[in-house]
T-cell receptor, first 112, second 114 residues
Framework: NAGVTQTPKFRVLKTGQSMTLLCAQD?????MYWYRQDPGMGLRLIHY???????AKGEVPDGYNVSRLKKQNFLLGLESAAPSQTSVYFC???????????FGPGTRLTVL | DQQVKQNSPSLSVQEGRISILNCDYT??????FLWYKKYPAEGPTFLIS?????DKNEDGRFTVFLNKSAKHLSLHIVPSQPGDSAVYFC?????????????FGTGTRLTIIP
């Protein structure tokens, strides 16, 4: 089992460019999450999904969109990147009824 | 509004001594609490958790204490080892209320001095 994987590991964008971050999990988990980690801010929830075809907003959803077309994948999109979106992005998943979330290795994004 | 607070950004402890990391919360609906450990350039990994019906949970060198009246929890690591140097995040959920989300604190960087 690979667990939770994230693609890419690093990316540099220019302001206004778009990109998609891919999260994949092979544990058949129902719930998936996208977080961002910034210095002094901890982990903040961007969007999450409780099942295929469903998504919901988290604490800091502005500027991001998500899609969950397949149970194992959760995509995070930035339509027009801004320097404020420079961060480390983590994907996580968990099974329904289980509180512990399993995290991917992260994607470090820099927006110039 | 920070519902989960870790007021110590950093902590240094001598190897072999006890490390105590603290966490406070404000939301009385939180009924399950977790600690995560994070090494640089890696994702957080689950360490230990506690339900609000307990006041202590132990797993090897790690013990979590919960004081519901004070809305405070702490993680004790005894004895501390160099491999414990990492950032520790406290997290909370209101799972009894059907909440599928975790709320994280800002983290405490623990450094174990050999």
């Amino acid at each position: 089992n690979a667990g939770v994987t994230q693609t890419p590991k690093f990316r540099v964008l220019k302001t206004g460019q778009s990109m998609t971050l891919l999260c994949a999990q092979d544990m058949n988990h129902e719930y998936m999450y996208w977080y961002r980690q910034d210095p002094g801010m901890g982990l903040r929830l961007i969007h999450y999904s409780v099942g295929e075809g469903t998504t919901a907003k988290g604490e800091v959803p502005d500027g991001y969109n998500v899609s969950r077309l397949k149970k194992q994948n959760f995509l995070l999109g930035l339509e027009s990147a801004a320097p404020s979106q420079t961060s480390v992005y983590f994907c996580a998943s968990t099974k329904q009824g289980l509180n512990e979330q399993f995290f991917g290795p992260g994607t470090r994004l820099t927006v110039l | 509004d920070q519902q989960v607070k870790q007021n110590s950004p950093s902590l240094s402890v001598q190897e072999g001594r006890i490390s105590i990391l603290n966490c406070d919360y404000t939301n009385s609906m939180f009924d399950y609490f977790l600690w995560y450990k994070k090494y640089p350039a890696e994702g957080p990994t689950f360490l230990i958790s506690i339900s609000s019906i307990k006041d202590k949970n132990e797993d090897g060198r790690f013990t979590v204490f919960l004081n519901k009246s004070a809305k405070h929890l702490s993680l004790h690591i005894v004895p501390s080892q160099p491999g414990d140097s990492a950032v520790y995040f406290c997290a909370a959920s209101a799972r009894g209320f059907g909440n599928e989300k975790l709320t994280f604190g800002t983290g405490t960087r623990l450094t174990i001095i050999p």
